[in-house]
């Protein structure tokens, strides 16, 4: 099956710093989903991005399907940015998510 | 509109007892899909249907069934728990627009099996 592969695995960061998350993909995708899972465990949709780029507020996604990789930006960041971020390829005839390990980010205030 | 709901929030479970864990989803998805997550890692997939009737498994099936006889709920069930089996489990749901609009995430269920 396809694998995802994040990077890095971890992230600290001052308050109002500014980051750049990665994520690989194997194969080709239906479509890619971002989350943010908080620090009480709930996972929260960012984006989903098959292609192109898209942006909400500070926070903006790129994916170059071409290329299998997906890259989150978070500007001007926030002690409430803390938390793990996921990126999940959809594929396969079944639609099913495939996730990567995640990056835990820290912002220090 | 409630999204999709997971039931129990919070479980203890004896080495060797069943349970059945809830997912429920009031938009009509013909998607739903069950997810562990153990400490430090992503999640990986149990088991997945892609509509009423239709099951199969994912990555880590053992240890678990499901059914779904009815497009609004699709329980996990644990035949014999066991410790391995403590995780946080997530129930996700998506329409057929899954590939522009993606899934859908519970709030998640926590086991732990002593």
């Known amino acids: 099956g396809i694998q995802v592969e994040q990077s890095p695995p971890d992230l600290i960061l001052q308050e109002g710093a500014n980051s750049t998350l990665r994520c690989n993909f194997s194969?080709?995708?239906?479509?890619l989903q971002w989350f943010h899972q908080n620090p009480w465990g709930q996972l929260i949709n960012l984006f989903y991005i098959p292609s192109g780029t898209k942006q909400n507020g500070r926070l903006s996604a790129t994916t170059v399907a071409t290329e299998r990789y997906s890259l989150l930006y978070i500007s001007s960041s926030q002690t409430t940015d803390s938390g793990v971020y996921f990126c999940a390829a959809l594929s396969g005839s079944a639609r099913q998510l495939t996730f990567g390990s995640g990056t835990q980010l820290t912002v220090l205030p | 509109n409630a999204g999709v709901t997971q039931t129990p929030k919070f479980q203890v479970l004896k080495t060797g007892q069943s349970m059945t864990l809830q997912c429920a989803q009031d938009?009509?998805?013909?998607?739903m899909s069950w997810y562990r997550q153990d400490p430090g890692m992503g999640l990986r997939l149990i088991h997945y249907s892609v509509g009423a009737g239709i099951t199969d498994q994912g990555e880590v099936p053992n240890g678990y069934n499901v059914s779904r006889s009815t497009t609004e709920d699709f329980p996990l069930r644990l035949l014999s728990a066991a410790p391995s089996q403590t995780s946080v489990y997530f129930c996700a749901s998506g329409g057929q627009g899954v590939g522009a609009y993606g899934y859908t995430f519970g709030s998640g269920t926590r086991l732990t099996v002593v």
């Open positions: 938009m009509n998805h013909e998607y």
């Open positions: 194969d080709s995708v239906n479509n």
